[in-house]
């Protein structure tokens, strides 16, 4: 562990060698063919958070219907009359329109707007109107076409490869020990925040992978949470899997309080108050090894994340879109509040949490306009950024190109 007060002032490199030191070159941010390789070679093959948990869908004939911009895909995710979750491409075997808004809703069916066919809960055609004017139609032939689904801890993934690579147990690999045990079943949805940002989803996402900008771009949101012994918040802890996937934590140093800050406390656990690490951690988090640790940032990937904190957590995606467009996405989950004072420390850090992330945003836009304009071909990473060299490197590897060391 390289805590604030630790002379190592580079200690990742040495853990992970094969990701080298050297520039890192901007060209598959701003590339419109580079994200075609991704959207071929990575997106349309991966297992895709939803964002979305079963207990969101509980009763049989819920259903939720999301567009995937990188894999060009409309998908429905419902529960069918038999209590089961199914996942299917949202279209009509008839001619191709789509069956339901995005969106969620719930039904006992689904009738194409077009010209009637109807399909029932387990995707199954259910009914064809004029059906007589076809010529050896069979029904049982022309269900509604299924993408694979599975769930990990009460979240929805879904895989559109026609045989996935690795099961969707695999793909979490690491998550599974450390990860897995968090309490998720515990807290409920609280709020969601979209945006869409005019910058690729690495950009975007490199404003979410450090805590070297926080004395920054974050001095108005949590300023009071960076001390002079540790001014640029050098993470202690960052751990990078083989697929991709990593876990960065974040600590915040202890600080006099705010009045809002000083109320939200004493109500309940918030997203600034940070801890002493101790052998009660929270479980399935890095609580114990990271000192005034505040929250874990964890990364499926490529662009989707499970952050946990103690006592609550928020999930969240970089949607891609196009090589130059990313949407945003993040959903909070807190314990259903038992007393409305407890509902003021919720709010509070949804605020602060919603701050954050705004702050981040802001930087995506003029960072790509600028890689845009061909003023820099690479980027030059610390040690503290090693999780964004670590993504190009596996974003690069997986599309078969050669990064830099």
């Not at 990701?19 to 349309?44: H, K, M, N, W």
């Not at 960052?238 to 809002?260: C, D, F, M, R």
């Not at 997203?271 to 988090?285: D, S, V």
């Not at 909070?332 to 509070?348: A, D, G, K």
């Amino acid at each position: 562990m390289n805590s604030p007060a630790s002379n190592n002032m580079r200690p990742f490199a040495p853990r992970y060698p094969q990701l080298g030191t050297g520039p890192v070159p901007v060209s598959s941010a701003v590339d419109p063919a580079f994200f075609e390789l991704e959207r071929e070679r990575i997106f349309r093959g991966m297992w895709v958070n939803l964002i979305l948990r079963e207990s969101d869908l509980p009763n049989a004939g819920d259903y939720f219907v999301r567009y995937l911009e990188a894999q060009d895909a409309s998908i429905l995710v419902v529960r069918g009359d038999d209590g089961k979750l199914r996942a299917f491409h949202n279209v009509c075997t008839h001619r191709g329109n789509q069956l339901a808004e995005e969106g969620a809703g719930h039904c006992k069916g689904f009738q194409c707007s077009f010209h009637g066919w109807t399909f029932d809960t387990r995707g199954r055609l259910a009914f064809v109107t004029d059906e007589q004017r076809f010529h050896n139609l069979d029904k049982s032939a022309l269900g509604m076409p299924a993408v694979h689904l599975d769930t990990w801890c009460g979240f929805i993934f879904v895989n559109l490869a026609k045989r996935p690579a690795q099961t969707l147990e695999l793909a979490m690999a690491e998550f599974n020990q450390d990860l897995k045990p968090f309490p998720f079943e515990q807290m409920v949805l609280a709020g969601r925040y979209r945006y869409a940002v005019n910058a690729n989803w690495k950009v975007t996402m490199n404003a979410f992978q450090e805590s070297y900008h926080g004395a920054f771009v974050h001095k108005l949101s949590v300023g009071q949470c960076i001390c002079p012994e540790d001014p640029y918040l050098a993470v202690q802890r960052i751990k990078l899997q083989e697929n991709g996937n990593q876990s960065v934590s974040v600590h915040l140093a202890p600080h006099t309080l705010s009045p809002a800050e000083k109320l939200a406390f004493s109500f309940g656990a918030t997203f600034t108050q940070g801890g002493a690490g101790n052998a009660r951690a929270f479980p399935g988090t890095a609580q114990a090894e990271v000192r005034d640790w505040g929250f874990d940032l964890n990364i499926i990937f490529p662009y989707s994340r499970i952050n946990v904190g103690a006592g609550w957590y928020y999930v969240d995606a970089f949607w891609p879109v196009a090589h130059d467009k990313t949407v945003y996405e993040l959903a909070y989950y807190f314990p259903l509040p038992q007393r409305p004072s407890e509902m003021i420390s919720q709010e509070y850090s949804k605020i602060v949490l919603r701050d954050l992330s705004r702050e981040d945003l802001a930087t995506n836009e003029a960072t790509h306009r600028s890689l845009r304009s061909g003023a820099i071909r690479q980027m030059n990473l610390s040690d503290q950024e090693i999780a964004v060299r670590h993504l190009y490197h596996t974003v690069s590897a997986r599309c078969g190109k050669e990064l830099a060391k």
